[in-house]
């Protein structure tokens, strides 16, 4: 039996493998399985050459922050500077002096040192997760405070300093150090703040002074501090990051076991690894991936990425146990279950891996169709065809597992989930070229296999089956129809990177400047017609802004003075839009919400249909904006105040429109 090992390699990057964390402990075993050139590598080249001493007596310590959520390459890129350092000569050792390769597997220093050739004392401080505490079963353990002492003791030893750190972790320490009035005049302490709020990264962005004390000259004398916040850093926009590890995972010679395996027509991960190694095929892939990070407005960051490869090219650990991905597949390949194989080709696993066999996912629903399914089963004289030994598969089996990791990206609930093609009423052009059979796999020779061929010559043969049955239902029908379509239908889908609401995040896209391309005037239109629609629905063309329960601004002065515009959002990962209120608040709007305010646009829709939650954010930022603008005082407004029976006691400036339950009304004015 033909076994191909970089399988196993690949399952050790899913989210629970244990190549998923770049920890201390595996730093200098080997390398990484799927390495590729990134932006960060001229920053750990920086920090090697500037954060040592060396042979020129180099005077200036550096200091970097890594900064971002789990999972984005913090740790990665440390690893990654760890061999650098090695490579130069440097010992890397725990504060216990142990050396980093004694460590544990999983195990994680506090703080890492590391030694120059010859120097009893260390140089650079390396804290590869600021997360960790020193003493994790003390209950007065606290990451942020850990993390300022952190600070402050590199900068008493005169030492360089790496950090990697959560944004929440050093948001905290921020805040807290920021009580401390004495701390707010320190060096470490504006480093940190650089960290917390500036917007320009990867570059030197201040020198700070080391305290010395009187003739001390030998060492460190200042440092530079840099920093990188790579939660804004996307793998597939703007970078070909992920189109690298494409490259990398689907290289011939990590396939070439796979050339003398029986099974390789049918086998699903060889045949997604032909789909991404097409340029077309990796192009449709990744323009999937953008628009779910423009869906869902947060990056894929590069844990997930590793693990979505593994799976797209491996499968899932839990269907095989102890067992080989090759011999999952020769084994359902023997059996002749075709359509456990074809349940993980790359378009069924993008969209529909929470589906076994892609069946329903609704568990009625799943029920219905299997026993549809198993009615033709039943009913055939054929029970020795490989086509209804695939079917004895499905209504006998429990098929491939639905829970394959990567939860927020291919969960039930999952973003691809809600991007599927599926969920969105389906053009006629796109239903006649994709409903089901050969014509429509035969269409695109390039990416249709003996696996897709085998499947739709089987589907004829049910379909074929229940035209000649008289007592055939048309339940049974529909549901065998439903089973066909969820297979053509993702494979036309992901051949052509649509999606749900395909039109309105391609319009996003270039709208936030994602798609490389200049904003059409349809476009500026589209976006003044939506900018429109929201002062409507947040009620500042005259109808009265809501600030609280019984109050309302009303007449021209909210219309004047707190409408919003809506803008390029001036974060780094312009995965939203943002509306802009006066007196500097800002609220963002989600694709969601561009996608509904497009279709009420487009079609008409009633506003009653709009989900009001999705503007809960805006109209906080708009009462945020109100109180700053200080209404009380402005003469030119009316203040309108419902009241269950008691009377107003008069505040304020201008004119205020007392209104009770019952319907009656009475003014007071400023000089009442």
């Not at 029970?383 to 291919?410: E, H, M």
Request: net charge neutral; glycine share 8%.
């Amino acid at each position: 039996m033909t076994l191909n090992p970089f399988l196993v390699e690949l399952l050790r990057l899913q989210q629970d493998g244990s190549g998923a964390i770049s920890a201390p402990s595996n730093w200098m075993v080997k390398r990484p399985l799927l390495e590729v050139p990134t932006p960060l590598d001229k920053v750990v080249d920086d920090l090697a050459n500037s954060a040592l001493v060396g042979a020129a007596g180099n005077v200036n310590a550096k200091w970097h922050f890594f900064v971002g959520s789990p999972g984005n390459g913090k740790s990665a890129a440390t690893g990654q500077l760890a061999r650098k350092l090695t490579g130069q000569g440097c010992r890397i050792l725990t504060e216990d002096k142990s050396e980093i390769t004694s460590l544990e597997p999983g195990e994680i220093p506090y703080v890492l040192h590391v030694h120059e050739s010859g120097n009893p004392f260390a140089t650079l401080w390396i804290a590869q997760d600021a997360s960790v505490v020193r003493d994790p079963y003390s209950s007065e353990s606290d990451p942020a405070v850990e993390f300022i002492n952190l600070l402050k003791l590199a900068f008493e030893k005169k030492v360089s300093l790496v950090v990697c750190t959560n944004r929440g972790v050093i948001e905290k320490a921020f805040r807290r150090a920021c009580q401390d009035r004495a701390a707010t005049s320190q060096p470490w302490f504006k480093a940190m703040k650089l960290a917390v709020e500036d917007k320009v990264e990867d570059k030197p962005h201040q020198t700070f002074q080391f305290d010395l004390g009187k003739g001390e000259k030998k060492g460190f004398q200042r440092f530079n501090f840099s920093h990188t916040k790579l939660d804004r850093r996307s793998l597939l926009t703007g970078s070909d990051t992920f189109e690298r590890l494409i490259g990398t995972a689907t290289a011939e010679n990590n396939w070439s076991a796979c050339s003398g395996c029986g099974a390789q027509d049918r086998c699903p991960f060889r045949l997604n690894k032909v789909w991404l190694a097409h340029a077309d095929g990796a192009k449709s892939t990744v323009d999937v991936l953008r628009k779910s990070e423009l869906y869902s407005g947060q990056i894929i960051v590069f844990r997930e990425a590793l693990a979505l490869l593994s799976f797209l090219l491996a499968g899932c650990p839990r269907d095989y146990g102890a067992g080989h991905p090759c011999e999952w597949v020769q084994t359902r390949a023997s059996k002749g279950d075709i359509f456990a194989l074809a349940s993980r080709r790359i378009y069924m696993s993008l969209f529909s891996a929470y589906a076994p066999y892609g069946l329903e996912p609704d568990k009625e629903n799943f029920e219905r169709q299997r026993n549809s399914l198993r009615a033709i089963f039943e009913g055939s004289d054929l029970k020795n065809d490989p086509a209804f030994v695939a079917l004895k598969s499905i209504v006998d089996g429990s098929g491939p597992t639905p829970d394959v990791g990567v939860q927020r990206l291919l969960g039930h609930d999952g973003v691809l989930n809600h991007l599927d093609l599926l969920n969105d009423p389906l053009n006629e052009a796109f239903t006649n070229e994709w409903d089901g059979g050969i014509p429509g796999f035969e269409s695109q020779l390039q990416f249709t296999s003996a696996l897709e061929r085998d499947c739709a010559r089987m589907w004829a043969t049910y379909s074929e089956e229940l035209e000649n049955r008289p007592s055939t239902g048309a339940d049974d029908y529909k549901w065998l129809r439903r089973w066909v379509t969820a297979f053509s239908f993702r494979f036309g889908a992901l051949i052509g990177a649509r999606t749900a609401y395909n039109n309105e995040l391609n319009q996003l896209s270039e709208i936030a400047g994602l798609a490389g391309t200049r904003m059409t005037p349809a476009l500026a239109e589209r976006l003044s017609e939506l900018q429109k629609e929201l002062r409507r629905m947040l009620g500042v063309d005259s109808s009265g802004v809501q600030i609280s329960d019984f109050v309302r601004l009303v007449g021209d002065w909210p219309a004047r003075e707190m409408a919003p515009r809506v803008e390029l959002s001036d974060s780094a990962d312009r995965l939203s839009l943002l509306l802009r209120f006066p007196k500097g608040v800002d609220a963002y709007i989600p694709a969601e919400v561009y996608v509904w305010l497009s279709r009420l646009l487009e079609f008409h829709m009633s506003r009653a249909s709009f989900p009001v939650e999705y503007l809960e954010s805006a109209r906080d930022a708009l009462v945020r904006a109100a109180v700053r603008s200080n209404y009380s005082t402005t003469d030119d407004i009316e203040i309108e105040i419902e009241f269950p029976e008691a009377p107003l006691t008069r505040r304020g400036a201008g004119t205020i429109l007392v209104r009770r339950r019952d319907g009656t009304a009475f003014t007071v004015r400023k000089d009442s």
